[in-house]
């Protein structure tokens, strides 16, 4: 005789707006503002047991959702404490043998469908799971960054993975998991000192009139083990850039503003546990490779949850044609 254990998903939810998005994340891991979020709709699941020392793939589960499956409500229990939460209103099952079971779970979660390096229902053990990847390379994952989660590898519960269980035969609990960002929130915020704002000679006031991020990272992104991705080699262009992500202000003055996108957090082979992040920005409409400046922000790899960079700039004078390499602490 077998049985059958459910499990829960949750996402970490701020406000309710009248949408049918998410709205802001409030919580540990995902910090947000008033942003939405669109509901994950793909959900791939690896159920892993337990063979001696070994952890071996049980069953594996791939599900198409929709917006309305997901409904608000609190948090209780072990889960990440938040103001509210979604949940997933269905429920997965894992089938249970008639043997006592120790088993982990691993979920991956995205609004859009992914690509991985290789097929869910053919990852053999705990290794291959942790190095599961997706492909990050295309533009409609870019765009859709903020919308992926999953379950860290490394987040605990009194001591253990938070998603691990423990059955014996014919009793069974339901397990609740929360899942967490796999992209980083950059967040960028800038302004002209007021002294530059308005001059005699036009020529002598700043405006920001062009930002773009760049060399951000488009390889194979770990699923699990969100800050654990690496580059070979720094590039010097490419890799994925957002281009234009200044808005004009009002009556065509930049002189202030703010703007956020979310990217795959990774470190450099061989180089400090940074992540290089790159602007290209200009001033009053110049062309050319205008002012680049890298924004080295620390990473912890042994972290739990993604980070939230910010990064302030004030302007003083005209951006000259240069580059310079900033560390944020």
């Excluded at 397990?175 to 002209?192: E, F, G, I, R, T």
Aim: hydrophobic share 35%.
């Amino acid at each position: 005789m077998r049985s059958e254990m459910p499990f829960s998903l949750y996402l970490p939810a701020g406000e309710v707006q009248a949408v049918r998005r998410m709205p802001a994340h409030c919580t540990v891991g995902d910090p947000g503002t008033t942003e939405q979020f669109l509901f994950p709709n793909y959900i791939y699941a690896i159920i892993l047991k337990q063979v001696g020392n070994a952890w071996t793939r049980w069953s594996t589960i791939e599900r198409v959702l929709t917006d309305d499956d997901w409904i608000l409500t609190h948090s209780n229990g072990s889960l990440q404490p938040a103001d509210s939460i979604y949940q997933y209103v269905g429920t997965l099952d894992m089938l249970l043998s008639d043997n006592t079971l120790n088993g982990r779970v691993y979920i991956i979660a995205s609004a859009i469908p992914l690509t991985f390096n290789k097929t869910i229902s053919t990852v053999s053990g705990l290794e291959e799971v942790l190095s599961l990847t997706f492909d990050a390379s295309s533009e409609d994952v870019q765009r859709n960054l903020q919308h992926i989660y999953s379950t860290p590898y490394n987040q605990l519960i009194g001591g253990k993975y938070y998603g691990a269980f423990d059955c014996v035969p014919h009793r069974s609990t339901r397990l609740s998991l929360m899942l967490y960002h796999v992209a980083a929130k950059v967040d960028l915020q800038w302004s002209v000192v007021d002294s530059m704002r308005i001059r005699s000679n036009p020529s002598e006031a700043v405006r920001l009139t062009y930002m773009e991020a760049r060399r951000l990272y488009n390889g194979n992104a770990y699923c699990f083990m969100p800050l654990r991705n690496t580059m070979p080699t720094l590039p010097t262009s490419g890799g994925y850039d957002i281009p234009n992500i200044v808005t004009p202000a009002d009556e065509g003055l930049w002189w202030e503003g703010r703007t956020y996108f979310y990217t795959i957090p990774y470190t450099v082979e061989g180089a400090k546990d940074y992540f290089p992040l790159q602007l290209l920005m200009r001033t009053n409409g110049s062309a050319g490779t205008g002012y680049q400046l890298t924004l080295n922000q620390p990473i912890d790899t042994a972290a739990v949850f993604v980070p939230w960079i910010r990064g302030n700039f004030s302007l003083t004078k005209p951006l000259e044609n240069k580059s310079e390499t900033k560390t944020i602490e």
